[in-house]
């Protein structure tokens, strides 16, 4: 009846492009001469106790935190829950380079405190750190699902004669259950696909080794780890999707007063989180700036960053808004933003591995800008379709059609109309795609053109080299990167994912 | 002038509207009353060029819409209320109101009558309900429309304020002299403002006529009970068709469809009137104070019921019998028997 959506031609060409790193591991991965030696074997080992240890971890902090935040009437309770939730926005490594640098003999805190503390390094170096920085996933997919439960049942099972402990076990817990699996899940996927955490605490996992490899110039070798890597992310991505359960009507959340002595203990229990994953990456940096100042480090690092993460942002945009036009319009249009998607399951190593193969291949792209600004639109697009979507969805359609009764033409309704009202939207999608891209690690290590050195590449040379007080500017402009993130995602058009305000659950 | 003839709509392989005729006069204002779902909503996105049809024709003006030759709404030149209104958020009232105007001349006229000077520079989202329908009409008239339509412009209102806006609504229509069509599923709404109605079911006009002629002659039973409370009352029509006699007595009637001999005779509650009597037709079976009135409904004693509305000095309880008599003069419907 109605001719296709213009808009599903270049959404189809992007669909058809998101496909291509996974096309091109497979290609590579077929040159390796055997597909698993005994080495592969220690490195899924080692990455799965990170994921699962991370998983187990975050569940631990997040839980708890979650019901402190649904249901405890803190004093000052939203600016605790931006707290909490704030790490989500901070990229791992600089949690990972700081307690590298600050724990263990000869460590920050030993020249300032006078005494040694256990290094945080291997293994349960790693572990800690991931955990510190993926609960709030646990803690927000948690809160949200807790949020959505009315008091009333609680108040059911308490005239019942249950009590408010064994409640809260047998009533609430179990109503949250879907929330906490989300949420870990979300949390050993990050721990699966995360570079520089492993990677500074010097523990084998998939992304670390492909990384080596591809140092080793043994890129089949890499590609075939990536795609081994990618199974993982793929089985995890299914079991994500596969306990997204039923959303219940929101009620009126339960709401608890604490005495004064048991508020003072609650924010006591917070009060470590807090401190190494937040307070100590700043003061470190502050006491590197306040002793080295800014030697070693050139302006144009952040030039780099800044220059890249635009084009990105900007081509990101571009792209999004045909691919978020279709996935309105209809069933074939959503299924080709679907596979756009794929770009964000795909871990930054594995997507710098395939492109550098592109890159060998087409040399007209090997070691250009351009290469790089592909690779950094391919894994952050769905951030700017998801935030364009959104906003075009809250379009009323009402509005067009009004306008074109009005004697308007699909055009003019379109700049008059739908563009303005989904200004935000895009505008928010084009700042998350440019600070997620200024904070990218590994595809940048791989991708960056000679010479070219950006904020977090320099971060990384100077951990490689140990002039670990060089860090100071770059890590601070990181961090602050990652403030302006988590004010997009408080106030911007991706509140619904994260749904902290409390106005937002009662719908 | 618009003119519709055997439009149908479809939607996959349901039809939603059949065989629809009908046309406008230079300012008439038609009602499309019928319950959910009946299609009216369907009939004004037609109209407006916002779904595709499947049969018939739309001409108005200087367009002419067929199945195979689709009008752009744009060049429709139809204006549209919307029942959220769709007032633009990022837009003041007055950049709503001038959205595609060169001229302004006729947007400041239809601001001073709807009475929004006050509000030109205010943003949608802080209007109350009723500005918001005053600022939709405005926009809608101010485009200096060929016909106008309204799709429920008052079903997000609350009822005090319907009542006056309804008003409001029919003479800035009369005054800028444009035919409208305003679908609402109120049918008292729909007697009062309308210069006709039409009555949808399932997609189907049942009766395109006056509010008087739609009330009184209803074209079926189900007309009839949509637009008020009805009863029906058995009876046996004479011979030249004029008359009915009931177990309530005689009662001038006129024939519904070639109805004749055995007929149900259609009674509004104020065709009767009622007394206390010991012997009597029947007996009350529930009473509902109305303030200004009283609502009985008597179980007559061949088991029909029947309502009466009479003044609320009489009071009479449930069980007691009474006597009904007709008191209309004008002639009743009456349909074939069951």
Known sequence: ?????????????????????????????????QIFDPHNIRVLLNTLVLVIFTAIGAILVGVPLALLTAYVELPFRRVWLVLLAAPLAMPSYIGAFT?????????????????????????????????????????????????????????????????????????????????????????????????????????????????????AFGLSQAAMLSLQLLCIVALLLFLESRVKGS??????????????????????????????????????????????????????????????????????VVLALPVAHAAIRGKIGRIMERITYLGFGVPGI??????????????????????????????????????????????DPSLVNAA?????????????????????????????????????????????????????????????????????????????????????????????????????DKR | MLKVSNLSVSYGNTRIIRNLNFSLGEDEILMLVGPTGCGKTTI???????????????????????????????KRNVGMVFQDFALFPHLSTEQNIYFRLKNKELAERWIQVLGLEELRHARPATLSGGQKQRVALARTLAHNPACVLLDEPLSNLDAALKDSLRWEIRNALKEAGVPAIWVTHDQEEALSVGDRIGVLNNGVLCQLDTPENCFSEPASRFVARFLGEASF????????????????????????????????????????????????????????????????????????????????????????????????????????KR
């Open chain 2, 233 to 336: 009352l058995p009876g046996r029509l004479s011979d030249d068709q004029k008359t009915v006699h009931t177990t309530l007595g005689e009662a001038p009637a006129i024939p519904i469809n070639d109805a004749s001999d055995q007929v149900d005779l259609l009674i509004r509650p104020d065709d009767l009137s009622l007394q206390q009597d010991s012997t009597g037709h029947g007996h009350i079976s529930w009473v509902r104070y109305e303030g200004g009135a009283r609502f009985y409904a008597v179980q007559l004693d061949d088991d029909t019921e029947v309502k009466v509305r009479v003044s609320h000095e009489h009071r009479l309880e449930p069980g007691e019998r009474v006597s009904l008599s007709i008191i209309t003069t004008h002639p009743l419907a009456a349909y074939a």
């Open chain 1, 247 to 316: 959303h219940e009507t929101p009620g009126r959340p339960l709401s608890l007063w604490p005495t004064r002595w048991q508020t003072g203990m609650m924010m006591f229990a917070i009060l470590p989180v807090l401190l190494l994953a937040i307070f100590l990456p700043l003061l470190v940096f502050s006491i590197w700036l306040f002793r080295e100042g800014s030697a070693g480090f050139e302006f144009s690092y952040a030039l780099n960053s800044t220059y890249a993460s635009v084009l990105a942002a900007i081509v990101a």
């Open chain 2, 44 to 74: 004004l996105q037609a109209l407006a060029g916002l779904i595709p049809i499947s049969e018939g024709q739309i001409c108005l003006d200087n367009w002419r819409a067929t199945p195979d030759r689709f009008v752009q709404p744009e």
């Open chain 1, 99 to 215: 307690l590298y640098a600050a724990f263990g003999q000869g460590g920050e805190l030993e020249t300032w405190l006078g005494f040694s503390f256990p290094a945080v390094r291997d293994m349960p170096g790693a572990v800690l750190v991931m955990t510190l920085y993926t609960y709030p996933f646990v803690l927000l997919t948690t809160r949200s699902a807790l949020r959505s439960l009315d008091t009333n049942q609680v108040n059911a099972a308490r005239t019942l004669g249950m009590s408010f402990s064994v409640c809260l076990l047998k009533v609430v817990l179990p109503r949250a259950v879907t929330g906490i699996a989300a949420g870990g899940l979300l949390a050993a996927l990050y721990a699966l696909s995360d570079f520089g955490t492993p990677a500074i605490m010097q523990v084998d996992t998939f992304t670390r080794v492909i990384y080596v490899e591809y140092n």
């Open chain 1, 350 to 395: 594995v997507m710098g591995t395939a492109l550098v193969y592109i890159g060998l291949q087409l040399p007209f792209l090997y070691q250009t800008l351009g290469l790089l600004v592909i690779a950094y639109v391919f894994r952050f697009l769905p951030l700017a379709v998801g935030s364009v979507r959104t906003a075009s969805e809250r379009l």
């Open chain 1, 404 to 504: 074109r009764l009005l004697g308007a033409t699909p055009k003019e309704a379109f700049r008059r109309i739908t563009l303005p009202l989904t200004m935000r939207g895009i505008v928010a999608g084009a700042a998350l795609v440019f600070l997620e891209a200024m904070r990218e690690l590994p595809a940048t290590l791989m991708l960056g053109p000679t010479g070219f050195e950006t904020l977090a590449t320099y971060l990384w040379r100077v951990y490689e080299a140990g002039y670990f007080g060089r860090a100071a500017v770059p890590g601070l402009l990181l961090i602050l990167m990652s403030v302006l993130v988590l004010m997009l995602m408080l106030t911007g058009e991706r509140r619904s994912e994260i749904e902290l305000s409390d106005t937002e």
């Open chain 1, 1 to 33: 009846m109605r001719a296709i959506p213009l808009s599903y031609l270049p959404t189809a060409l992007v669909a058809i492009l998101a496909l291509v790193p996974v096309v091109v591991l497979a290609i590579l991965a077929a040159d390796t001469p």
